[in-house]
């Protein structure tokens, strides 16, 4: 795998709660990605990261937020969480070529 | 925003039988990614295709890229049960490396 840990794995939380989720990686790689993957929907791009405070916004961003403060972590925040944000999230980075994306373990999240 | 369709949703084969899934754009795209996301699992990049008309083969594995470059398909000759999963083409998009990933086809291969 290309070094990317995601934490936590699984969280179950209430609505109306701030969650963040952590994205690491070892690659040193300047993009990072953050999705969200429902079934019916494939994965969806929720906001993504270009270099340390570059930022945009993806397909689905209402509800979320991210910080780039350092090349390795790319954190996903979900500011009151609402039930309809229970998904599983993967954060990605780019590879060295071709722009084929390397995805970490997924965070599983429950807003009841 | 730019939108990739795939199909079929779901298909469900016995062992030996062959797999296709086909993914359609209606737009030119630049190029094609495929991955594979085993049940429980991350996705992970199968293969990039370029060029118009393109075909790479990966073992059992066949993937054609269109003449036109709006779509593109998987064949899995003589399925086994270990390519059971969900397979995604993804479209790449504006800049940043971004992708579009189409809704992806869940293979179940029962012997």
């Known amino acids: 795998d290309a070094g990317i840990t995601q934490s936590p794995r699984h969280k179950v939380t209430e609505t109306g709660t701030p969650v963040t989720l952590r994205c690491h990686q070892t690659e040193n790689h300047r993009y990072m990605y953050w999705y969200r993957q429902d079934p019916g929907h494939g994965l969806r791009l929720i906001h993504y990261?270009?270099?340390?405070?570059?930022?945009d916004k993806g397909e689905v961003s209402d509800g979320y937020s991210v910080s780039r403060s350092k090349t390795e972590d790319f954190l996903l925040t979900l500011e009151s969480a609402t039930s309809s944000q229970t998904s599983v999230y993967f954060c990605?980075?780019?590879?060295?070529?071709?722009?084929?994306?390397?995805f970490g373990p997924g965070t599983r999240l429950t807003v009841t | 925003g730019q939108q990739v369709m795939q199909i079929p949703q779901y298909q469900h084969v016995q062992e030996g039988e062959d797999f296709t899934t086909y993914c359609n754009s209606s737009t030119t795209l630049s190029n094609i990614q495929w991955y594979k996301q085993r049940p429980g699992g991350h996705p992970v990049f199968l293969i990039q295709?370029?060029?118009?008309?393109e075909v790479k083969k990966q073992k059992r594995l066949t993937f054609q890229f269109g003449e036109a470059k709006k779509n593109s398909s998987l064949h899995i000759t003589a399925t086994q049960t270990t390519d059971v999963g969900t397979y995604f083409c993804a479209a790449l998009t504006g800049t940043a490396s971004k992708l579009t990933f189409g809704t992806g086809t869940r293979l179940q291969v029962t012997l």
């Open positions: 295709l370029v060029k118009s008309g």
């Open positions: 990605a980075i780019t590879g060295l070529a071709d722009g084929e994306q390397y």
């Open positions: 990261s270009y270099g340390v405070k570059d930022t």
